[in-house]
């Protein structure tokens, strides 16, 4: 399962849902080479993210993070998480 | 003079022969003669649905207005196309028509006219929606409804007698729910291969949106491969829905059933194809509980079949009258 961990200009750091930014999961599940590729569309989903919200929670960095099942014998044994793309306010 | 009637001498089987009795038996399965009140009625249910849709199961596509036009990867038909980027605005005036002209073809008002707006505005909808990296195909035999609808008469003179046209848009509806299951088979083994049928696609739907009711069979792989089996080949045999008789109803309630299944293990309702599963049942047999007027052929004030085809006038209310006439009738029984 894919999710968003965002930083903001405040300093505080959340974790999103999909939805959050607008795009439901499987959606992003298409769309996850173009965000490794290239991790300024994360710059233009946080700059639309932020418009709609306050100023203090103005989004300055935003990561994409991939939820990996490892399975042994068909069964789920161990989870851990990729971090697919990331982009930083300069 | 005495006639000789039969024939002992075999008709000839001319390769133009049975050609011809090809073509004319696939001309009777794609035109059949079904109740016009059926696609009346399926219509009726369609157009309710794409104002139910449009409201509440599609409603993230509204979403994507907001979203970077970058993450806009339009469909082949948005690349040939000269269709534009999603916009906030674009997609409150393409919500706002579907909803106006799903309600006018709702009560039949211009009903080819307004099916058509609706098809197109609707198409674009789902170019919207499939244009940011998943497509969904549950709404493939809907947007085949929304097409053929357009073509039935909308003469409600019709509505009790049998109609080919109505026939083939309700058959045109049922091949495309066919070929949703039968090419759905067709995607996992030509991206999967053959192993799809040995792999975790169920372990992986059931930890990313399982329910109470799945999450157990997780630690059951094996269920779960055989489920695989069932569901491609259920998928692969859907063409047998087709089918007259015993065999088609059993494919027909095995979807439902396998729908049921489907949304209480992972929440996956389908319901535009689902609404267009109805294409396979007497939906004109269906009474809502609430009284229904039907409309009749207008003739003129004068015409001497003014009364004729009305019947006793409490029959039901198939009739509309006022109240003034209606106790004119009463009053003179």
């Not at chain 2, 534009?84 to 799903?102: C, D, E, Q, R």
Request: contains cysteine; hydrophobic residues 50%.
């Amino acid at each position: 399962m894919p999710h968003f961990e965002a930083v903001t200009v405040s300093g505080a750091r959340l974790e999103l849902e999909t939805e959050d930014l607008g795009l439901r999961t499987a959606e992003v599940l298409g769309l996850m080479d173009r965000f490794r590729r290239k991790p300024a569309l994360l710059r233009r989903l946080a700059q639309t993210h932020s418009a709609t919200g306050p100023a203090r929670s103005r989004l300055v960095e935003l990561s994409l993070v991939q939820g990996i099942h490892s399975l042994r014998d068909g069964r789920p044994r161990g989870y851990s998480e990729e971090i697919v793309s990331v982009w930083r306010e300069r | 003079m005495a006639r000789e009637i039969g024939c002992s001498k075999p008709a000839t089987q001319t390769p133009g022969a049975v050609l011809q009795r090809a073509a004319a038996g696939l001309g009777r399965w794609w035109y059949p003669s079904l109740p016009h009140n059926r696609v009346v009625v399926f219509r009726g249910i369609i157009y309710a649905f794409v104002i139910v849709d449009v409201l509440l199961t599609s409603f993230a596509i509204g979403w994507h207005g907001e979203l970077p036009g970058e993450l806009y990867q339009p469909l082949l038909i948005g690349r040939i196309l000269p269709l534009p980027v999603p916009t906030p605005l674009l997609l409150s005036v393409i919500k706002t028509a579907l909803l106006v002209f799903s309600a006018l073809a709702l009560v039949r008002k211009m009903p080819r006219l307004t099916g058509i707006a609706v098809f197109v505005l609707y198409l674009e909808w789902m170019v919207v929606n499939f244009s940011y990296g998943k497509v969904d195909h549950d709404r493939f035999a809907l947007l085949v409804a929304l097409a053929v609808l357009p073509t039935v008469s909308p003469n409600a003179a019709q509505d009790e007698g049998l109609d080919e046209a109505a026939g083939w848009a309700l058959r045109c509806v049922q091949v495309a729910v066919v070929l949703t299951y039968f090419m759905a088979a067709y995607a996992k083994l030509r991206f999967g291969g053959i192993e799809w049928l040995n792999g975790a696609t169920l372990v992986r739907a059931i930890l990313r949106r399982g329910t109470v009711v799945a999450d157990p069979l997780i630690a059951y792989p094996a269920l779960l491969i055989g489920a695989q089996y069932l569901i491609v080949a259920f998928e692969l045999a859907s063409p047998l829905m087709l089918a007259k008789g015993r065999l088609g109803r059993v494919l027909l309630w095995a979807a439902f059933a396998f729908h049921a299944g489907i949304y209480a293990t992972l929440r996956l309702s389908f319901i535009p194809h689902l609404v267009c599963l109805l294409a396979f049942l007497p939906v004109e047999r269906l009474r809502p509980p609430w009284p229904v007027t039907t409309r009749r052929r207008r003739t003129g004030r004068g015409s001497p079949d003014r009364y004729s085809s009305q019947g006793p006038v409490c029959q039901g209310s198939a009739t509309k009258l006022s109240r003034k006439a209606l106790a004119e009738r009463v009053s003179t029984r």
